[in-house]
């Protein structure tokens, strides 16, 4: 009959439902002779377009919602610009001062034990390691974040991965400050990448770059590589694979998913009562986004350690990946949407809309033997 | 950062509503214009081909193109003009002359069977030959009193599409 294909997709429950973004709509129930009105009416198609183009899930991921302003009567103004006096007068230079004492410190210790002892490597290590975390205590420290950890703290064994929602590079901070984590990172420019190309070289980084398209594989061997050295720090991953406004996840990419060893699963979720810690790195760069941090009273999450994670028997990773999701997304109260990160960077791949025309052709075909 | 009305103002929501012919209420336009503003990343004054197509949904539906040529590089006032046809408000007639408009590539008022081929091969893909669009589309012509040799005009397009049940609406999420 004519609703072959809806009824196949209904079924589709416990995988990515793509296929619930192509829609139904296209599909009718009808009589099946097929008439020139069927053919010229071509609104479920032309609604679906101006559906997406009014309103649509994947730009939702990434909206920053502005605050509601609280400071609009006469009573909270005059409190509100004494608010804005002390955090840019006196909490903003406290943190500079702080930050840069910080930083003094760091590289008065980690240069000279970097270069300077060799031959102890172990003993080397574990005191770059203690140094990076310090640092990122200073961090935190600078934007005033207030962090609450729920759960054990991982533990340095091979054989495992972590991995968490993004919201902001200041995810990688947070968790760091607990537990000196490798990491692997898109390589950035400026000072963020110096940083990246001296320090966190120490801790074990892995890079990757978006654009390239065999890099893929190049990571996933590293990836492996990584996480079966015993003496490696623990790996952390961000499967999502872009920044995402905390009040949703877009699909985990399979790559952390495929190294048959432990996933554990990190919740992290920011409250907004004093800042949006979401960084739209389309809108700001890094520095102003920290500055944002810097001004404002405090940075306030939650960060839940969730149980390890192994792939059950006849489980896919893509599959894998969607239940730990799942996880993540329940603890920290956040919404799945069923789209790929990388579409903030790319067109979406052609073989959707194949998809879609297929139906269509397959329906029309269909009812043109019904005569 | 303020909430979008406080950019447009009273005069200019009325304006546009105006030249909607009043199918959005001014909750709506204040909606569409925080929409079209976020749509418009750079702050130009209008939404380039590239910045619709960075909507996923957009970007995978058969028909973008076309509608892209329909609504690239329109002002706010337009672009609300442009979804007005899909307004629950809109009347049938509205949403056909619509229709039309987008079978009708070249704005000539006329509809030929190219056209009408060329829609549905946006629809189909490459999963019906062309030799299969050219018979389904002839059949179901004669079968409607037409041939190929045809051209449609709005009046065939009412004539047609009136009895369908034409369902096309979309709701602006007003906050």
């Known amino acids: ?371 | 950062m303020g909430n979008a009305s406080a950019m447009l103002t009273q005069y200019d929501i009325e304006e546009v509503q105006d030249h909607c012919n009043y199918l959005f209420s001014q909750q709506e336009i204040v909606a569409l214009y925080s929409r079209f503003c976020q749509l418009d990343r750079t702050a130009k004054g209008f939404i380039s081909s590239d910045e619709f197509l960075s909507i996923p949904e957009f970007s995978l539906n058969p028909l973008s193109q076309r509608l892209l040529k329909m609504v690239d590089g329109l002002n706010f006032k337009d672009f609300v003009a442009f979804l007005s046809a899909f307004s629950p408000q809109a009347t049938t007639q509205q949403k056909i002359e619509f229709i039309f408009k987008v079978y009708d590539a070249d704005g000539k008022g006329r509809v030929t069977f190219k056209d009408l081929l060329e829609v549905l091969r946006d629809l189909t893909g490459s999963f019906m030959s062309e030799e299969q669009r050219e018979k389904v589309l002839g059949q179901v012509l004669e079968e409607a009193g037409y041939s190929r040799e045809s051209t449609l005009y709005f009046e065939d397009f009412m004539k047609i599409l009136s009895k369908a049940g034409l369902k096309m609406e979309v709701e602006v999420p007003v906050d």
């Open chain 1, 1 to 371: 009959m004519g609703g072959l294909d809806s009824s196949s997709m209904e079924t589709d429950l416990d995988r990515p439902n793509i296929e619930e973004y192509l829609t139904t709509e296209t599909i009718r129930e009808v009589p099946k002779k097929l008439h020139l009105s069927d053919l010229l009416d071509i609104s479920p198609t032309l609604t679906e377009a101006a559906g997406a183009i009014v309103d649509d899930s994947f730009t939702r991921c990434f909206k920053s919602n502005s605050p509601e302003p609280w400071n609009w009567n006469i009573y909270l103004f005059p409190l509100w610009c004494l608010g804005v006096v002390v955090r840019y007068g006196i909490l903003f230079p406290a943190r500079v001062g702080v930050l840069a004492l910080g930083w003094i410190v760091f590289f008065a210790a980690f240069l000279p034990v970097h270069f300077l002892i060799r031959g102890h490597d172990k003993w080397r290590r574990k005191i770059e390691r203690k140094l990076v975390e310090m640092m990122c205590s200073v961090f935190v420290a600078s934007w005033t974040g207030v962090i609450k950890y729920h759960g054990p703290r991982p533990s340095r064994r091979p054989q495992q991965v972590f991995v968490a929602n993004h919201t902001s590079m200041i995810d990688f901070i947070i968790l760091e400050q607990m537990t000196a984590f490798a990491v692997i990172m898109q390589k950035h420019p400026g000072w963020v990448g110096f940083i990246q190309k001296t320090i966190l070289e120490s801790v074990g980084c892995i890079w990757f770059n978006r654009t390239e398209s065999k890099d893929r594989e190049v990571v996933a061997t590293k990836i492996r590589e990584h996480t079966q050295g015993v003496d490696n720090n623990p790996l952390l991953i961000f499967p999502e694979g872009t920044c995402v406004n905390n009040h949703y996840t877009v699909m985990f990419k399979k790559g952390a998913f495929e190294l048959g060893c432990a996933v554990c699963p990190v919740a992290i979720k920011y409250n907004k009562i004093f800042v949006d810690a979401f960084w739209n790195s389309k809108k700001q760069s890094f520095t102003t986004h920290l500055a944002q941090l810097m001004t404002s009273w405090a940075v306030v999450c939650d960060v839940w350690y969730l149980e390890p994670q192994y792939i059950r028997p006849g489980e896919i990773p893509i599959e894998f990946a969607e239940r730990v999701r799942d996880m993540i997304s329940v603890r920290a109260g956040l919404k799945k949407v069923p789209w790929d990160g990388y579409l903030k960077y790319f067109r979406p791949s052609p073989k959707l809309t194949e998809r879609k025309q297929q139906i269509f052709a397959e329906s029309v075909l269909k009812r043109l033997e019904e005569k």
